[in-house]
């Protein structure tokens, strides 16, 4: 089995649900069980002008080795309607292969993610999940200025993955 941290990001049509949607079809793959999941954070994009991203991350056992799982991933951000016109530009559901317990240099994907030490609305979620990781990646999280806006948490429900809006005073 593989450690994985997919991080998921959406800011069209609803981008709570979208992310709900998206990490609920990713808990249905008989491949992967879901082990922790992070809270929602909302940030300013990176890239063109658009609206803002939610945020979020999942930690994951996978059967599955990084490049056959980057297809599942791609699979259901197209069955959830991302279309790819404009680099970074905005979209219905991002998955992105975060982290993994095994580095991954190929040329289509290298994980970790090359510009996870950029990029707070991906570490945070990291961290959430990957508590272990603060040590490397908690510093980069400081030096970009923290965590972006909590805006909720995920939570199982049944078989589904929700998006809740809650009033949090701390994480």
Not at 73 to 101: K, N, S, Y
Not at 103 to 127: D, G, Q, S
């Amino acid at each position: 089995m593989f450690d994985f941290v997919i991080g998921a990001g959406a800011n069209l049509g609803s981008p709570s649900e979208n992310l709900a949607r998206g990490l609920s079809l990713l808990s249905q793959l008989p491949e992967l069980k879901v082990r922790v999941l992070s809270n929602v954070y909302e940030s300013d994009p990176v890239g063109p002008p658009q609206p803002r991203y939610l945020n979020a991350a999942v930690r994951v056992s996978s059967a599955l080795p990084a490049l056959p799982l980057l297809e599942r991933l791609l699979e259901i951000e197209a069955a959830l309607g991302r279309i790819r016109v404009v680099r970074w530009g905005p979209r219905t559901l991002d998955l992105d292969l975060l982290w993994a317990d095994q580095a991954v240099e190929h040329e289509r994907l290298r994980v970790p993610h090359p510009h996870l030490n950029e990029r707070p609305f991906a570490l945070a979620p990291l961290l959430d999940v990957a508590p272990e990781l603060t040590a490397e990646y908690g510093p980069m999280l400081e030096r970009l200025g923290g965590a972006p806006e909590l805006w909720g948490k995920l939570a199982f429900y049944g078989d589904c993955i929700v998006c809740e809006r809650s009033k949090l005073d701390a994480v």
